[in-house]
């Protein structure tokens, strides 16, 4: 007799069991159906959290994501059913990833309120009795936690529902780390391709070809950084075969800047029908930005206005940087400063404008801010003092020869250093007299 | 692994607040963010801010605009002399309070 109970007893256990794997299974065969097709990453863990509740029968439930790039290791992305829990969760979720994250393995609590592993937290509702959690695993590493608050019908959860809940976890964690990383290639295509458009809209602006300016030699160059600033120079012709030209920083990057630039160019063009006044083309150029950008836009602006046939050069500044001038008369290098401070930053600025003799042998440098902020490893800017000195020994060149000469002691600088902000440099030679 | 973050804001006490760092594009919307929570004078510490872009200055002359709009004033005090010089070239000396 007692064998035939012990039978008993083991056809109703390998019965439960058997029920137990064929449940576990339809869960499965449940989730991988309602996932089937999903690519949003919220979807996705919205629907794994519910099929979670659905087949252990609880109350509440979380996906905590662990951010891995992010300053705080801790820091979480919280997705929840019932929005009205986030606050309270996230202090217990908190908790419970940073036990994760170390333990590496499934757990229950049936008694959050007395139980040592949650001591301290602020803020728990009354409403969260009991938790069951398990970690979301990708080769090894702990890349979330799934968590579900309150057996429904007051039960404590049990040995069973941790199985159920691990295997659903194995099942989500790599659908939802799939989903995850096809969102963030997506966004990173839609970011590239605004960095594309802006670095058309930018390159458009820029001239194609040099003009050929009697008594001058000339180079220019404009260098977008990866995700392009607001840099811009040109040359305009005048009445009178007077030259104007520009060099500019619309502050910001990407579109916005660009079209900022865009405007400021068609201004300057039609400005340049006005009359040769560097002067008051800032002027008016200011008059123009306080009218139509918004007031955290700011433009620096240097402009010059040559006068081939007199060998003069006017230039105003708009809180550009300061060109470098190299005289061949005093043979060094200095700063030409003037006042004069950025378009769009107050009504009437006083803009003071400058005039210099073209003398042979002498070189004007103008550049952005992206020259002389461009940095190495050591966090440490090119800065105005190894631009004097690199413009000091290249003067003797061509316009060419020196605006290489100068990208490249740039770039020997900064070494391996990611190029952060557009670089711009124009060179005016004056051609000293041939043998001289 | 560097455990310093790029840029900081810290409170001081009062209306005074510590910029530390380096302020440009990556970092010039945190402190956007922060700003935006006030609506009455501020002053900032500048003595920690090794570096400041552009995106940096765009976000104190918002700031300033804003604060502007209801009489309210920012003040910038400490600047280390590389930013000073930033400051100077553009103009910003001439636009803000700074002692």
């Known amino acids: ?436 | 692994m560097s455990a310093k973050p790029v840029f900081e804001f810290v409170h001081l006490g009062e209306n005074k607040f510590s910029l530390s760092g380096r302020l440009d594009a990556s970092t010039a919307e945190q402190l956007e963010a922060e700003l935006n929570k006030f609506s009455s004078a501020i002053t900032l510490e500048l003595s920690k801010l090794n570096y400041i872009s552009s995106a940096g200055l765009g976000v104190l002359l918002a700031a300033q605009q804003r604060l502007s709009e209801v009489s309210a004033d920012l003040t910038i005090i400490s600047l280390q002399p590389q930013v000073r010089h930033v400051f100077e070239v553009v103009g910003f000396d001439k636009i803000f309070n700074l002692e």
């Open chain 1, 1 to 436: 007799m007692a064998s035939d109970e012990q039978a008993i007893k083991l056809l109703q256990d390998e019965n439960t069991r058997l029920r137990r794997a064929v449940e576990e299974l339809s869960v499965l065969n449940d989730l991988a159906r309602a996932i089937g097709s999903i690519t949003d990453s919220n979807k996705v863990m919205e629907t794994v959290i519910n099929r979670s509740l659905k087949a252990i029968g609880a109350e509440q439930g979380i996906i905590t994501l662990v951010e891995e790039d992010s300053a705080t290791p801790m820091k979480t992305l919280v997705r929840s059913i019932t929005s009205s829990a986030h606050r309270e969760q996230f202090h217990l979720t908190q908790n419970i990833v940073g036990w994760m994250l170390i333990n590496k393995k499934s757990m229950i609590s049936n008694d959050i309120r007395n139980d040592d592993r949650f001591r301290g937290i602020r803020g728990l509702s009354e409403s969260i009795r009991s938790v069951l959690c398990t970690p979301l695993m990708m080769k090894n590493q702990v890349k979330g936690v799934l968590s579900i608050f309150n057996k429904k019908g007051g039960k404590q959860f049990g040995d069973d529902d941790k199985r159920l809940l691990a295997i659903i976890a194995a099942q989500s964690a790599q659908i939802i780390e799939n989903a995850r990383l096809d969102e963030q290639e997506r966004e990173k295509l839609v970011l590239e391709r605004e960095i594309d458009a802006a670095r058309e809209v930018q390159t458009s602006l820029f001239p194609r070809t040099l003009p050929a300016i009697p008594g001058l030699d000339i180079a220019a160059v404009s260098i977008p950084a990866r995700e392009v600033g607001g840099d811009y120079y040109d040359f305009i012709q005048l009445e009178d075969e007077h030259w104007e030209f520009v060099i500019a920083d619309v502050s910001g990057k990407g579109l916005p800047a660009a079209m900022i630039t865009t405007m400021g160019k068609g201004m300057l063009y039609a400005q340049s029908l006005l009359g040769p006044s560097p002067k008051s083309m800032i002027i008016n150029s200011n008059k123009i930005f306080r009218k139509n950008l918004p007031k955290k836009s700011f433009v620096t602006m240097l402009l010059g206005v040559i006068d081939p046939r007199r060998r003069l050069m006017r230039l105003a500044t708009a809180g550009h940087c300061p060109p470098m001038y190299y005289s061949a008369e005093l043979h060094n290098v200095s700063p030409l400063l003037l006042n004069g401070i950025a378009l769009n930053l107050m009504d009437d600025p006083s803009v003071e404008e400058l005039e210099v003799t073209l003398q042979p042998g002498d070189v004007f440098t103008f550049y952005s801010d992206g020259i002389t902020e461009a940095e190495n490893n050591g966090r440490n800017q090119f800065g105005e003092e190894r631009l004097t000195a690199t413009l000091e020994r290249l003067h003797d060149g061509t316009a060419d020869d020196i605006l290489r000469g100068l990208l490249r002691d740039v770039q020997d600088f900064v070494g391996g250093n990611e190029q952060s902000d557009d670089m711009t440099v124009i060179v005016l030679k004056v051609p000293p007299p041939p043998g001289g």
